[in-house]
């Protein structure tokens, strides 16, 4: 087996400048990787740039992976990758109960984590080597649904079958999703509000793992699905034994 190179290769992150697409553009910059980060935000990227020391080897790019014609430009200007990866999402405002439930909201869901990530297989595979790899990033709730969740749920879920029908089509190209648990980033301040860390611990206790995940976790399991060439169609969960209880 001929090990995938991290060390120059070429990888884009979008929803990179923050949370779990941050903590993996640290990694893989530490591994030598050359890494552009993209998000809907010029400010957050710059932010994020400064946080990972201006590494030379460190690109941003504003996109809203929602807007075809973004997605289009983003790779016509980028070119050529190695790897794709998206861990964007955009749920505020979805967390609600059925009543409660803006359509707007939930739009901004599937446009995130559906329609994005499709405009993203759409464009990039044919900037991609038969050894490269889109990773995405669905999550426990398409398991282990609750009360507020329903649309977070299902557009998890509708991603992981996006997940195994373009592993076939892109083929060699490999597909796959981690599907984190609950997760220490600022997504939760959309969820919990104040409550966060009081929610956080409570689940901790509850998790066979005995904590809830950290960025690094989940780029650890990215890391893992970028560089073994063997794995694709597959649902990578990193959830602390989330779905056992």
Not at 42 to 58: F, N, T, Y
């Amino acid at each position: 087996m001929t090990a995938i190179k991290i060390e120059g290769a070429k990888v884009l992150i979008v929803g990179g400048s923050s949370g779990m697409g941050l903590a993996l553009a640290r990694r893989l910059l530490d591994e030598g990787a050359f890494v552009t980060i993209a998000g809907r935000s010029q400010e957050r990227l710059a932010a994020a740039c400064r946080q990972l020391d201006d590494d030379p080897k460190l690109g941003i790019y504003a996109v809203d992976i929602s807007r075809e014609e973004e997605v289009a430009a983003l790779f016509r200007i980028v070119g050529s990758v190695d790897h794709i990866v998206s861990t964007a999402a955009d749920i505020e405002g979805a967390y609600q109960l059925l009543p409660s439930i803006e359509l707007a909201a939930a739009q901004r869901v599937v446009e995130s984590k559906f329609y994005g990530p499709l405009l993203l297989a759409k464009y990039g595979a044919a900037h991609l080597p038969s050894s490269g790899s889109i990773t995405y990033t669905s999550g426990v709730a398409a398991y282990r649904p609750a009360a507020r969740g329903s649309v977070v749920a299902a557009v998890n879920a509708a991603l992981e079958g996006l997940v195994r029908a373009l592993a076939v089509e892109l083929a060699p190209i490999r597909i796959n999703a981690v599907s984190p648990g609950w997760v220490d980033t600022p997504i939760w301040s959309f969820v919990a509000g104040d409550a966060k860390q009081a929610t956080l611990d409570a689940m901790a206790q509850r998790l066979p793992a005995g904590r809830v995940g950290q960025p690094e976790d989940i780029a650890d399991a990215i890391r893992f699905l970028i560089g073994n060439g063997f794995t694709t169609g597959t649902i990578l969960h990193v959830e602390g034994g989330h779905r056992l209880v």
